[in-house]
């Protein structure tokens, strides 16, 4: 059976201060309280801006090492790609994860390619590049244009040891189908929210402010069983940030699971 | 997640090496093929995955097979563990739907239209039947929710050996639109070189085809091939076991007879008829069944059972023919025949749908035949014999 992560996406929002973290808890501090929650986290400002190693090897230190860190590439590499200058980004970027590597404490980068990043050659030879000059790393690649999701893409996932992102978004058509297919010894689950009203055409805020019922945990238990009995590890990420939804979902989930809460183990 | 799309495709890869690696799991990690070692000229029937990473795959020749892997490890056959692993796929899934379409091979379609209110979302209780089957079996199939079998089938497919798949509604062309060509289902080795051959290679391309190109391309089938492409599938799922379903063709004579030469005539032409059916479904039978009925209202039946799936008229008729002369044992008057085709299922190879052909002259014979018949008609093309007499 398969080691389950669970965790959220970031864990710097000071809207959590109240719903998640104590009144007055200042930004030095997210870190440490949220090592008492949980055993991994996904780190998202690195999409936005490059992160450096001395930013990662301090959070791993923060950490005491009881946190397993997935991190997510940095736009320039998924979103922003320029094709004479993204190596340099790339190498940059792996340059900043050695801190994390060195203390074997990097989850996976997760590979995070937009709705207009289309299932067309050049695209795909761009992710064959980019698959083989990050390959040491553990990847994941989550694509929200639904054409990728076919067998020739997971067939080339499996080749390169890739682990394909299961998602959990709003049921609106021209998003991707639910595809569970496991490519690598790692698998890797991103829970977006299902805010239909509020996906397209508002802030990112809006879009993931939602709270998943017992329910739909209840579904992802059985979706994570199934996922469980073919990998060693799964990381599971809630995105679903707004006011601290993501951390009682996460916590909520691990009790589905049968774990107890990771600060009590 | 409470879309309306409720078809479900249970779908176990490589079922009969499936099977064995859950009876005996050391198999798991070991080159090992499925076949009938003592047969003159025997072939692969299943392949384990470490076997088919060597390049052996299901119909090789089994000599083949054993040159590429050294001491190739080589089970029989287990028809009685095959269907211990249906019923037992089947059973869980009676728990959550009545309409289970149990089809040979590892395959289990089933219709959930009706079954949230109990059990929640199509796409979770898909999933929880695949877990419990899996716990219950060993088996882990791929499964894929779509509003239709075909739909069903592609999407489960694209996600082997255990993924899992779930198709919205009014999404099915575009999902399948960017899948390889050859998951759709019907398309065997001829209509595969036809694919190849013409450039195309994802099922959207074929989707975009013109009629007179498909036509052009894949003959009178191509139209079907065409639609098929893009998602469109009406059939329903048909409970029951594929090897309980029957297939049946009734003849009444206009008045009682005692020629023999007649009523061979009367058999050849039902069972060109009955043969169609059963290649367009895909499909081959096990058992011949011939009733008479005689003109004093008794009846007589008998039943030819062979070690084979039967395919082709020429063996139809011949098994046909077999079973009444079992049955007919008494000199009086027949008024009717009642001829059925039963033990069915899938030939080892995709059967063509699209194209009725295959490797071996009598099937390509048969081929041509069928797309006479489809074309003008069963009678268009027959045995002289079946006009001589009618």
């Not at chain 1, 980068?109 to 590049?129: G, K, N, T, W």
């Not at chain 1, 997971?154 to 682990?163: G, Y």
Request: one cysteine or more.
């Amino acid at each position: 059976m398969a080691n389950i992560l669970i965790g959220t996406s970031g864990y710097s929002y000071t809207e959590w201060v109240g719903p998640v973290y104590p009144q007055g808890t200042t930004q030095k501090d997210y870190l440490g309280l949220y090592t008492g929650m949980f055993s991994t986290v996904e780190l998202n400002f690195s999409y936005y801006r490059m992160p450096t190693a001395e930013q990662l090897a301090h959070l791993a230190e923060q950490s005491q090492g009881k946190i397993l860190f997935s991190i997510k590439a940095n736009e320039t590499l998924t979103h922003k790609i320029e094709p004479t200058a993204w190596k340099q980004q790339a190498d940059e970027f792996c340059k900043a994860l050695q801190p994390l590597q060195q203390t074997g404490k990097l989850g996976a980068v997760l590979l995070q390619f937009p709705y207009s990043f289309h299932y067309e050659p050049d695209r795909r030879r761009y992710l064959d590049a980019l698959l083989r000059y990050l390959a040491p790393l553990p990847l994941a690649t989550e694509f929200r244009n639904g054409q990728w999701y076919n067998n020739r893409t997971f067939d080339a996932l499996r080749e390169r040891k890739v682990a394909l992102v299961s998602l959990d978004l709003p049921e609106l058509n021209g998003l991707p189908p639910i595809i569970d297919t496991v490519t690598s010894e790692l698998a890797y689950i991103r829970l977006h929210g299902r805010n239909k009203e509020t996906w397209w055409g508002s802030d990112a805020a809006a879009r993931y402010d939602y709270l998943y019922s017992k329910q739909e945990l209840t579904s992802w238990v059985q979706r994570i069983q199934a996922i469980a009995r073919q990998v060693a590890t799964i990381l599971v990420y809630f995105n679903n940030h707004r006011r601290g939804q993501a951390v009682a979902n996460a916590k909520s989930l691990l009790e589905l699971l049968g774990k107890k809460p990771d600060h009590e183990r | 997640m409470n879309g309306k799309a409720g078809i479900v495709h249970l779908n176990i890869t490589n079922f009969a090496a499936a099977v064995a690696i859950a009876k005996d799991t050391s198999l798991s990690n070991v080159p090992f093929v499925v076949a009938k070692a003592d047969a003159a000229r025997a072939t692969v029937h299943a392949v384990s995955m470490r076997a088919w990473e060597e390049g052996i795959s299901a119909g090789m020749p089994l000599a083949t097979a054993r040159r590429l892997v050294r001491g190739l490890i080589t089970l029989p056959p287990d028809p009685r563990s095959y269907d211990a692993a249906h019923k037992a796929m089947e059973g869980v899934a009676s728990r959550y739907t009545p309409v289970v379409q149990n089809d040979t091979g590892g395959h289990l379609y089933l219709d959930l239209a009706g079954t949230t209110a109990l059990f929640g979302p199509h796409i979770d209780c898909a999933i929880r039947i695949r877990n419990e089957i899996a716990s219950q079996t060993g088996l882990e199939p791929s499964v894929a929710v779509a509003s239709n079998k075909l739909v069903a089938k592609i999407a489960s497919r694209a996600v082997r050996p255990r993924g899992i798949a779930y198709v919205r509604e009014g999404e099915e062309a575009s999902f399948i639109a960017p899948q390889d060509a050859l998951l759709l289902p019907g398309i065997g080795n001829v209509t595969a070189r036809i694919i190849s051959v013409a450039g195309l290679r994802e099922i959207g391309e074929l989707a975009q085809l013109e009629d007179n190109e498909a036509i052009a391309l894949f003959g009178h089938r191509g139209l079907a091939l065409r639609d098929a492409a893009r998602g469109i599938d009406k059939s329903k799922v048909s409970a029951g076991n594929l090897a309980d379903r029957t297939i049946r063709r009734t003849i009444d004579f206009a008045e009682p007879i005692l020629d023999y030469r007649a009523v061979q005539a009367a058999v050849t032409s039902a069972m060109e008829d009955l043969g169609l059916e059963l290649r367009q479904a895909g499909l081959g039978t096990a058992s011949v069944g011939a009733a008479v009925l005689y003109a004093d209202g008794v009846r007589s039946e008998n039943h030819e059972r062979t070690g084979r799936l039967l395919t082709l008229d020429k063996d139809l008729i011949g098994a046909a023919m077999r079973a009444f002369h079992k049955a007919a044992v008494r000199r009086v008057r027949i008024r009717g025949i009642i001829l059925t085709a039963s033990r069915l299922e899938a030939p080892l190879r995709e059967p063509d749908l699209f194209a009725f052909e295959g490797p071996t002259r009598p099937e390509r014979v048969q081929s041509a035949v069928d797309t006479a018949r489809l074309r003008f008609g069963v009678q268009a093309v027959t045995l002289a014999s079946t006009l001589f007499y009618a």
